[in-house]
């Protein structure tokens, strides 16, 4: 992929993301906006468009998702691209259209905010792991936190979409754009990501039991049920004690999560 940008756009910028060196990278690619330039390339999966998704913002231009990371939800589920090559080859037969990203606690997300086992799994995600075993890395790494790691209560209050403030308490909350994870762990099936709105997915439950029990639900598509719930919402707020992940990039648990009326442009076809 790198070989072809250069080959395409000699003149243009190419950064390449190093994990082990986050800030040089950010600062690259801040510079290479500044540069000018008539469309900016993101080739990774959520993670990284997460990662530069607040410059991206600022910069105000064309954005082309190449999906070549983990799970690539984005590019798959939001802006059906499949070809990452004839995005770059020939941008001006795709059509440019607005997304609107979510906000939690001020800091933008594409897709979901997961807090509970997910957000364990992130933490405990080494690089090396994810690289070189892809999709598998992510299940692995649940499957050892449900083993090793507490799940703490949290506390969930959101509005609903008619305005009325609900409170809950939950072992596992997701609040998402669209369908959250890839198969088979595809939670909200059919969730339309341009509603200007939230689907909350909790999973109730008092122990690690019950989240054993949910996962297997979800692997056999039996959601919602008793231990799942879905609610459409225009904000939550998250309590507790648990680690947090945004897109695939662990995050400081939020206090509040919401929608943001700012527009982020991504080219499509």
Same mark, same amino acid.
């Given at each position: 992929?790198?070989?072809?940008? =250069?080959?395409?756009?000699?003149?243009?910028? !190419?950064?390449?993301?190093?994990?082990?060196?986050?800030?040089?990278?950010?600062?690259?690619?801040?510079?290479?906006?500044?540069?000018?330039?008539?469309?900016? !390339?993101?080739?990774?999966?959520?993670?990284?468009?997460?990662?530069?998704? #607040?410059?991206?913002?600022?910069?105000?231009?064309?954005?082309?998702?190449?999906?070549?990371?983990?799970?690539?939800?984005?590019?798959? !589920?939001?802006?059906?691209?499949?070809?990452?090559?004839?995005?770059?080859?020939?941008?001006?037969?795709?059509?440019?259209?607005?997304?609107? #990203?979510?906000?939690?606690?001020? =800091? #933008?997300?594409?897709?979901?905010?997961?807090?509970?086992?997910?957000?364990?799994?992130?933490?405990?995600?080494?690089?090396?792991?994810?690289?070189?075993?892809?999709?598998?890395?992510?299940?692995?790494?649940?499957?050892?936190?449900?083993?090793?790691?507490?799940?703490? @209560?949290?506390?969930? =209050?959101?509005?609903?979409?008619?305005?009325?403030?609900?409170?809950?308490?939950?072992? %596992?909350?997701?609040?998402?754009?669209? $369908?959250? !994870?890839?198969?088979?762990?595809?939670?909200?099936?059919?969730?339309? $990501?341009?509603?200007?709105?939230?689907?909350?997915?909790?999973?109730?439950?008092?122990?690690?039991?019950?989240? %054993?029990?949910?996962?297997? @639900?979800?692997?056999?598509?039996?959601? $919602?049920?008793?231990?799942?719930?879905?609610?459409?919402?225009?904000?939550?707020?998250?309590?507790?004690?648990? =680690?947090?992940?945004?897109?695939?990039?662990?995050?400081?648990? #939020? @206090? %509040?999560?919401?929608?943001?009326?700012?527009?982020?442009?991504?080219?499509?076809?």
């Amino acid at each position: 992929m790198a070989n072809l940008f =250069r080959a395409l756009y000699p003149e243009g910028f !190419y950064v390449s993301i190093d994990p082990t060196n986050a800030d040089q990278c950010q600062h690259q690619f801040q510079k290479a906006i500044l540069s000018g330039g008539d469309y900016i !390339y993101v080739g990774g999966g959520d993670g990284t468009l997460n990662r530069l998704l #607040p410059d991206l913002l600022d910069a105000k231009l064309p954005v082309g998702v190449l999906p070549i990371g983990t799970g690539n939800l984005f590019a798959r !589920y939001v802006l059906g691209i499949q070809s990452s090559s004839d995005l770059l080859k020939t941008p001006e037969h795709y059509t440019t259209k607005a997304f609107y #990203p979510g906000l939690s606690d001020n =800091r #933008p997300f594409v897709l979901m905010v997961g807090t509970g086992l997910d957000g364990e799994a992130i933490h405990h995600q080494s690089n090396r792991g994810k690289y070189w075993l892809g999709k598998v890395s992510y299940p692995l790494e649940m499957f050892f936190a449900l083993i090793r790691d507490k799940m703490p @209560e949290l506390f969930i =209050r959101y509005e609903d979409t008619e305005g009325i403030v609900q409170e809950k308490t939950a072992l %596992w909350a997701i609040v998402a754009r669209s $369908p959250s !994870y890839f198969p088979l762990f595809t939670v909200n099936p059919g969730w339309d $990501p341009w509603q200007k709105a939230l689907s909350v997915t909790l999973i109730h439950g008092r122990s690690k039991k019950d989240i %054993w029990i949910s996962l297997i @639900e979800i692997l056999m598509g039996k959601i $919602p049920s008793k231990r799942i719930t879905f609610e459409k919402t225009r904000s939550v707020q998250i309590r507790g004690v648990a =680690r947090t992940q945004a897109d695939g990039e662990e995050i400081p648990l #939020p @206090e %509040w999560t919401s929608v943001s009326e700012k527009t982020i442009f991504f080219s499509t076809k």
